[in-house]
């Protein structure tokens, strides 16, 4: 969806969504060819611009995301992979803070440099597609106005079957401008719903929403009550001494870590109580003598 969006706006008006709505072009660098907008960007540079909007930011998100699963199973021994990738789980773990670091750092220099007027760019991302921002200049804009025009006005004919031509092509010519239109108001709400449901705000939106009163306990019956443990250092799960306490702030109730985390990826709800639990839910307990 986004490779289609993308490369409809670049053909149409040689700037991604975002940098069309803010009035800004892709202008080519290297030997001086003046285009108008309309026209798009030349084959080298649209296609080296789709691929830098497109597939680096997607391949940075994944590897951000595998960074972060491998960390935290890291951490606690969740899941440990087999003794041939070990290794290279490892080495990716302790590279990938160094390359994220030089990454930012990288756009961050093309910045400052920016600012100071050192680099027509302001992110190697640019420079690499060998294009340049600029606005939109009248030339453009009438450029644009001529183009939708000339696609309305169609050669009148007193035939049938010109009729038909002109009439179906009026009709096509209004469902592109619709769905240009829908597209781009869908967009906004896409980009606003992702944000509003992304992991990183779902904490800001439990806050800010009130939890319901949670249902009666189900598992607290006397049978439970006798089935869990006498020793308090007995994990209510294994029924083995906890290793890497852990306590579940839905009930309270602490266990090993590894099966709390377990239990509760699976289920989504507290072992004992049958609150239902997220993994959020987890906290670590460090022991004044460790």
């Known amino acids: 969806m ?13 700037a991604s969504f975002s940098e069309n709505f803010y009035g800004l072009k892709r202008i080519p660098v290297g030997p001086r060819i003046w285009r108008l907008a309309s026209y798009g960007l030349p084959r080298a540079q649209h296609w080296r611009s ?55 750092g990288w756009f961050l220099t093309y910045r400052l440099l920016y600012i100071f007027g ?4 302001h992110s190697p991302l640019l420079r690499a597609a060998g294009v340049r921002l600029g606005n939109l200049t009248p030339a453009d804009l009438q450029s644009f106005e001529q183009r939708s025009t000339s696609r309305s006005k169609t050669p009148t004919s007193t035939s049938v079957v010109g009729k038909l031509t002109s009439f179906f092509a009026n009709a096509l010519g209004g469902a592109a401008v619709s769905l240009s239109t829908g597209v781009s108001v869908g967009i906004f709400f896409l980009q606003f719903l992702e944000w509003w449901y992304s992991s990183e705000n779902q904490d800001t939106i439990k806050s800010l929403s009130s939890l319901p009163t949670p249902p009666p306990p189900v598992h607290l019956d006397k049978s439970t009550n006798d ?30 870590y590894r099966c709390a985390y377990n239990y509760v990826k699976h289920h989504q ?8 639990s997220e993994l959020q839910h987890l906290v670590k307990l460090y022991s004044p003598e460790a």
């Open 269 to 276: 709800r507290c072992p004992v109580t049958g609150y239902p």
């Open 50 to 104: 789709l691929l830098m909007i497109i597939a680096i930011p997607y391949v940075k998100v994944k590897l951000d995301r595998l960074f972060a699963r491998l960390r935290e199973e890291d951490d606690y021994a969740i899941h440990l992979p087999a003794s041939s990738w070990k290794r290279l789980y490892k080495a990716f773990l302790a590279a990938y803070p160094f390359m994220n670091m030089s990454w930012e």
């Open 118 to 121: 050192k680099t027509p760019h």
């Open 2 to 14: 986004d490779f289609l969006l993308q490369r409809h706006y670049l053909a149409r008006t040689s």
């Open 227 to 256: 089935a869990l443990p006498r020793q308090k250092t007995v994990c209510p799960l294994c029924n083995k001494i906890r290793t890497n306490d852990t306590a579940l702030a839905t009930s309270g109730y602490v266990y090993c």
